[in-house]
C-alpha cells in the first residue's frame, strides 16, 4: 500500500468516526458558503454540542489585495463558543458567539495570525441550515505583525 492510499484511508477514518461521535451525541455538522474575506469560500462546522464547535474555511481568491499580487489559498480555524442568547429561547433561534482561531493566509509572502470571531448565528427549525454574520478582530504575527478586521457571512447545510 502506498502512502498516499495510507493517508486517505486515516483521513476516511478520521472523518467517519468525527460523524459517528456527532451522531452519538446529537449534534450537527455543517458545510456551506462563506462570504468575506477573502471572496467565496467553504465553511464548515463539526463536533457541535449545542455550545461549543470548532468552525472553519477554507477559500481562493483569484484577484490581489494588498499585500498578494497573485491569487492565494485562505484557511481558518476556530473554536467557537456559543453561549450566549440574546432571547429566550423559546422564542428565537438566535445565539450570540465569540472564539478563538488561527489564520494562514498564502501567498507573497505567507502569513500567520490569530483570530477572535464575534457573531450572531441563527438556526431554522423547519430546515437543517444555520446561517451567521460575524466580525473578525485579527492579529497578523507573520511575517510582521499587523492588525485588521473582516467580516463574514455564511450558510450551512447541517447534518
Request: aromatic share 16%; no cysteine; net charge neutral.
Amino acid at each position: 500500500m502506498n502512502k498516499l492510499t495510507f493517508k486517505l484511508m486515516i483521513l476516511l477514518i478520521f472523518v467517519l468516526s468525527l460523524e459517528s461521535y456527532a451522531q452519538r451525541n446529537r449534534t450537527k455538522s455543517g458545510v456551506g458558503i462563506i462570504l468575506g474575506h477573502p471572496d467565496v469560500g467553504i465553511s464548515i462546522k463539526f463536533l457541535n454540542n449545542g455550545y461549543r464547535y470548532f468552525n472553519g474555511a477554507v477559500a481562493w481568491s483569484s484577484g490581489s489585495d494588498n499585500k498578494n499580487n497573485d491569487g492565494y489559498l485562505y484557511l481558518h480555524g476556530d473554536y467557537i463558543f456559543k453561549q450566549w442568547r440574546i432571547f429566550d429561547r423559546s422564542a428565537t433561534n438566535f445565539a450570540t458567539y465569540i472564539g478563538a482561531g488561527l489564520q494562514l493566509v498564502t501567498g507573497d509572502p505567507t502569513a500567520f495570525g490569530v483570530r477572535i470571531p464575534l457573531g450572531l448565528n441563527y438556526t431554522f427549525n423547519e430546515v437543517p441550515i444555520d446561517a451567521f454574520i460575524e466580525l473578525v478582530p485579527q492579529i497578523e504575527l507573520v511575517p510582521d505583525t499587523d492588525f485588521n478586521v473582516d467580516a463574514a457571512f455564511a450558510i450551512r447545510f447541517l447534518f
